[in-house]
């Protein structure tokens, strides 16, 4: 099952966790199944049906471009992490 | 060197551009010259934190020979949005506000009104004439101050945020943002030596040679017209449209020659204000900054303050890393000090880390990324960290670094797990590098190392390829060309092609001509926009092919391509006698090629320097100098050379001599190049360079950029090295000869 | 707002040339604005980076330094007037083959001011190169290559002139 990596912003919501498991076969299932656990995630980390502007995800240490869209392998790990790029 | 061997790739064509660059004819912002021209004057607040109370540019109007004059109140307010910035995004009432204040002016160089006329001279006397009342405010200039509840608030309604969300907290912290990896309590408590120490940098400028320049014509068919010096095309004509409240379709943003940028000029400053100018008075406008508004009216970089707490076992591995670092985003909020988070211990495998992060406005100009932003200052921070616990452990510093390195699989401070990455590589190349081993004789001579990183970005980029009939292709894209990347690009496309490099005939074209295209930035331009140059050369071929087919009557499938040669069966056509054929077998080929990459594996740059101190003047001599980087794949070793060596000699810069002198007031004293003190040909030794590759694996070459991590290690270096030749540890920034006196005067003491 | 302005005779590029210009303008300014010449580059404006060097009478001078009017009856080389005809003076194509150019935009200054070292001393040390061009920032390449171009401008025109 995938493991969803918490940022320690949002550990409140999950109870403190870290990390946790959880099905789906794209970023936005994941997070949505995550919301039903840990409601106020989605909140968190969503903005209409993108990702919130400063928010990218990555998975399997690749911050993707596709956000919501990204899909995510059975063994894989997701990160939310800021929005960064260089000069 | 990389496995594969390429016919085109790793050889050392001449630039495209190079003619024209050493001839005078390359044309920068400031060379644009359009019929009825007038110039523009940017007059700016002499405080640095005041009320504006009344603006009366009356007198200014009337002078003889001016044109239009406009003020903050010419921009429009419409709601606010975020503005995607390269570091992050801005809410677009802070970016209008930076480019023509409106109630505050909020540091010293904050534009206030501008001014065109028919010369600079006449524009630049009329400036003079508008009367502005400002009511002088307290500033506040140091980053921890600002951090206080009780220090002047810079911006009134600014809240905390915190991983997106506004905190309650109101002040000039902009953001805070945590990293958490294990425990560090559990991590200090395994350590058998601990290091805990502080560091502050100053604000320095990336100090590139051309000043922003930027010409702008309202044109009577509606649309908006700009000719400017940027390192985006597509960034700057979204954030001009968005400021001046216009479909971004309207405006059309041509890139002309740059140079320098260095992250300074993603940015922009003059386009609005050109812009407004030129529609009241119906002539293009153009407006160059004097130096002195280069450097008190862009974007600098955050002076720091940054403690780093390092524990290890005595067997030599780190347990634990504990950091906490406030950098100052200048008057509007910055996202730089989480770079440098990520940045500062990405050498190293640490199971435990906490770092406490925050970004502070203070009354000084806006930041903005200067290569590798936010990355220099938290290297200079924990390479010393790192370099004193080797000594504290009896280890040489870099098989201390080697037996804790970052490789494939291990976590950054961030969470994420490094992909293939040449951390052990460039350590290795650096270990066995013959100055390493070079005996240093003579007194007050000290050798340092270390370590720096960039992660990279990816980013979309657009790119076309057609092809003449005489076999040569134009390469269409939409990446600013700062140092040599249309080369770069074109070469990859050339090796697909079966082309020579001077077959591929490159344009870094407009914003109405190509493919959405993000910034020349984040080491991404050879990597990402090389990307789509092989996408739309592999698209030329499979085109091709079918054309091949249709002349030997076979399947496409049956045609192969190779070396420059298609073929099928026993018969063969080069691309130049296909190219020939194109028209009777259905008209031209145009390939096209786009591509949205996620981060690559980042590159890793080391450094290692020899210096000689003088103890009479504190004067620090740079003797020796070696870059070391992973490139992924050189695809032109002599531009991959030449990133190393800018970039070094840029942190040498940092190291020794530059810095924003600031008066208690708030107004830098040194705003010339003449006092903010930059590197000459006589201040530091040959560059020597080792490129390391080890290949990126989702890019088709293997490129990793290379243009940003070679600036991070030099200070940290030098602070080492000065350490081993005189024996005190200098732990802020700039390490000026003032600065060495007073610590070797301690020292005696 | 119209200062009375003043006629200039010079030669630029072994051309004569005339031009009018109000006392206030630099040099520079008048290649720039007046003369199409945009090769000079203006950095600073005030003598700090070397940008704008051209050659007058034989010597390298900061044209922002400069005024116009000074132009009166000089003989001035810009970098617009250093190929010849289509060919490329060796100092500028050693630029390119040393990759001594990354922006460009301080590559005018730093050629001409090489083509005025190398007139005076055709074979100059390393220590010697870099003091000549210690007035001429270059923010991108660090000064290696640049150096190395100079060197092997020199070999190369040792070699012509002997």
């Not at chain 1, 912003?9 to 919301?35: H, K, M």
């Not at chain 2, 524990?311 to 000090?337: H, K, L, N």
């Not at chain 2, 080491?523 to 092919?545: F, N, P």
């Not at chain 3, 005339?18 to 600073?44: M, N, Y």
Request: with cysteine.
């Amino acid at each position: 099952m995938p493991v969803v990596f918490i940022p320690p912003p949002l550990q409140g919501l999950t109870g403190g966790r870290a990390s946790v498991e959880v099905e789906g076969a794209t970023v936005r299932e994941l997070i949505e199944n995550l919301d039903r656990t840990w409601p106020g995630l989605r909140e968190r980390l969503v903005e209409g049906d993108r990702l919130r502007a400063h928010i990218r995800v990555a998975v399997d240490g690749r911050i993707s471009t596709m956000g919501l869209l990204e899909r995510v392998g059975a063994a894989s790990e997701v990160h939310f992490v800021a929005a960064v790029s260089g000069g | 060197m990389s496995g594969r061997s390429y016919r085109v790739i790793g050889t050392r064509p001449i630039r495209h551009d190079g003619a024209d660059k050493v001839t005078g004819r390359a044309l920068f912002g400031a060379d644009v010259r359009l019929p009825g021209m007038a110039y523009g004057y940017v007059l700016r607040s002499p405080y640095a934190h005041a009320r504006i109370r009344r603006i009366d540019t009356s007198r200014a109007e009337k002078h003889p020979g001016v044109l239009a004059v406009v003020t903050a109140a010419d921009l429009p307010t419409g709601p606010d949005r975020l503005l995607d910035l390269v570091e992050g995004t801005l809410p677009l009432s802070y970016a209008r506000a930076n480019v023509l204040a409106r109630d505050k002016a909020l540091y010293k160089g904050h534009a206030v009104a501008a001014v065109a006329a028919v010369n600079r001279h006449v524009a630049e006397e009329a400036a003079g004439l508008i009367e502005v009342e400002y009511e002088p405010l307290p500033a506040v200039l140091d980053v921890l101050e600002a951090m206080r509840q009780d220090a002047p608030r810079v911006l009134e309604d600014l809240r905390m945020r915190e991983f997106g969300e506004l905190a309650d907290k109101a002040g000039n912290i902009a953001e805070h943002f945590r990293h958490v990896l294990g425990d560090v309590e559990k991590g200090f408590a395994e350590a058998d030596v601990i290091v805990e120490r502080e560091f502050r940098t100053v604000m320095v400028h990336q100090g590139y040679l051309e000043p922003q320049s930027a010409t702008a014509l309202w044109n009577q068919d509606g649309r908006l017209y700009i000719w400017t010096t940027t390192q985006g095309a597509f960034s700057a004509r979204e954030a001009t449209a968005w400021i001046l409240d216009l479909p971004v379709s309207q405006v059309r943003v041509t890139p002309m020659e740059v140079g320098g940028a260095f992250g300074g000029k993603i940015r922009i400053y003059l386009e609005p204000v050109a812009a407004l100018l030129s529609r009241k008075c119906g002539r293009p406008v153009q407006i160059t900054m004097p130096r002195r508004d280069v450097f008190e009216a862009t974007g600098p970089t955050p002076g720091t303050f940054i403690r780093v707490k390092m524990g290890a076992r005595a067997d030599g591995r780190i347990t634990a890393a504990q950091v906490w670092m406030a950098y100052e985003t200048g008057a509007f909020p910055s996202g730089q000090c989480g770079f440098g988070a990520l940045c500062m211990l990405a050498p190293y495998d640490i199971p435990n880390v906490l770092i406490d992060g925050y970004d502070v406005v203070v009354n000084k100009p806006s930041t903005a990324p200067y290569r590798a932003p936010g990355a220099t200052q938290a290297a200079f921070a924990a390479e010393s960290v790192v370099d004193e616990l080797a000594e504290r452990l009896g280890m040489d510093p870099i098989e201390f670094r080697l037996k804790n390195a970052a490789r494939e699989g291990t976590r950054r401070a961030d969470g994420l797990k490094y992909q293939r990455i040449g951390c052990v590589e460039v350590l290795e190349a650096m270990r066995d590098h013959p100055h390493y081993r070079a005996p240093l004789e003579g007194p007050n001579r000290g050798r340092g190392v270390a370590m720096g990183y960039w992660f990279n970005i990816g980013w979309y980029s657009s790119c076309t390829i057609a092809v003449n009939p005489d076999g040569t292709v134009n390469l269409v894209e939409g990446s600013v060309d700062l140092s040599g990347t249309r080369t770069t690009i074109a070469m990859q496309a050339a090796e697909v092609l079966g082309l020579r490099p001077e077959q591929v005939h490159p344009v870094v074209a407009d914003t109405d001509s190509i493919g959405p295209t993000a910034v020349t930035g984040g080491s991404r331009t050879t990597y990402a926009t090389g990307w789509a140059a092989w996408e739309a050369a592999h698209d030329v071929i499979r085109q091709m092919k079918q054309r091949a087919a249709l002349l030997w009557e076979v399947e496409p499938e049956a045609v192969s391509f190779e070396c420059g040669v298609f073929r099928s069966g026993d018969r063969s056509m080069t691309f130049a006698e296909l190219a020939e054929r194109l028209e009777e077998t259905g008209g031209p080929v145009i390939g096209r090629g786009t591509v949205n990459p996620s981060s690559a594996g980042g590159s890793f740059a080391g450094a290692i320097v020899d210096v000689e101190v003088d103890p009479e003047t504190g004067k620090v001599t740079v003797l020796r100098f070696t870059s070391v980087q992973d490139a992924g794949t050189a695809i032109n070793p002599t531009a991959v050379e030449g990133q190393m060596q800018g970039g070094s000699v840029q942190g040498i810069g940092w190291a020794l001599n530059e810095e924003y002198y600031w008066t208690p007031e708030g107004v830098m004293l040194n705003s010339s190049l003449l006092d903010y003190r930059e590197p000459t040909a006589l201040d530091v030794p040959p560059i020597e360079t080792v490129i390391v590759e080890v290949p990126e694996p989702a890019q088709p070459f293997g490129v990793r950029g290379v243009g940003e991590a070679n600036i991070v290690p030099p200070p940290a270096a030098i602070a080492n090295a000065v350490y081993r030749a005189v024996g005190v540890r200098l732990r802020q920034l700039p390490m000026k000869p003032s600065a060495l006196l007073e610590a070797l005067w301690s020292k005696e003491a | 707002m119209m200062k009375e302005k003043l006629r200039v005779q010079a030669t630029i590029n072994e051309q004569p040339v005339e031009f009018l210009c109000e006392p206030r303008q630099s040099l520079l300014e008048c290649l720039r604005d007046i003369l199409g010449l945009t090769g000079a580059k203006e950095g600073c404006n005030d003598g700090n980076c070397g940008a704008c060097a051209v050659i007058m009478d034989g010597r390298l001078v900061n044209s922002c330094l400069v005024l116009g009017v000074e132009a009166q009856g000089r003989r001035i080389t810009t970098i617009e007037g250093l190929a010849r005809g289509p060919e490329l003076h060796p100092i500028q194509r050693a630029f390119l083959e040393q990759g001594a150019v990354q922006c460009g935009f301080c590559t005018p200054g730093l050629i001409l001011a090489t083509k005025v070292l190398l007139d005076r001393y055709p074979d100059p040390s390393e220590p010697q190169i870099r003091r000549w061009l210690a007035n001429h920032l270059c923010r991108c390449t660090g000064y290696d290559k640049i150096v190395r171009a100079v060197r092997q401008a020199a070999a190369e025109l040792r070699e012509v002139r002997a």
